[in-house]
């Protein structure tokens, strides 16, 4: 099960940090990721994590903004977001996958319910 938190509102460029905390002892054992949706598009790659975290990708749109971590010991995936733009709203969703392509949103096989990023202008 995992569970997202930290969305809310912030004037652009401005931060925000998503946590997502998973349940059960095989965490690490998951390669993590981040999508988004927006109203009316579809669901969205934005950064994901390997298993050691030792190698993360990013959306184009994200790069030098956002930072995908993780610590295994805690069970926890963060997405730490700065210099929000308007374009950055959305429903914000993390998801566990066992293997890649790691962008690819068919790969993750548990989500978490989401937590909203409203970025005003």
């Known amino acids: 099960q995992l569970q997202a938190s930290g969305g809310g509102l912030v004037q652009a460029g401005g931060s925000l940090r998503l946590s997502c905390a998973a349940s059960?002892?095989?965490?690490?054992?998951?390669?993590m990721g981040w999508f988004r949706q927006a109203p009316g598009k579809e669901r969205e790659f934005v950064a994901a994590i390997i298993r050691s975290g030792g190698v993360t990708r990013y959306a184009d749109s994200v790069k030098g903004r956002f930072t995908i971590s993780r610590d295994n010991a805690k069970n926890t995936v963060y997405l730490q977001m700065n210099s929000l733009k308007p374009e950055d709203t959305a429903v914000y969703y993390c998801?566990?996958?066992?293997?890649?392509?790691?962008?690819?949103?068919?790969?993750?096989?548990?989500w978490g319910q989401g937590t909203q990023v409203t970025v005003s202008s």
């Open positions: 998801a566990a996958s066992y293997s890649g392509p790691i962008s690819e949103v068919g790969q993750y096989a548990y």
């Open positions: 059960g002892r095989t965490f690490s054992s998951y390669i």
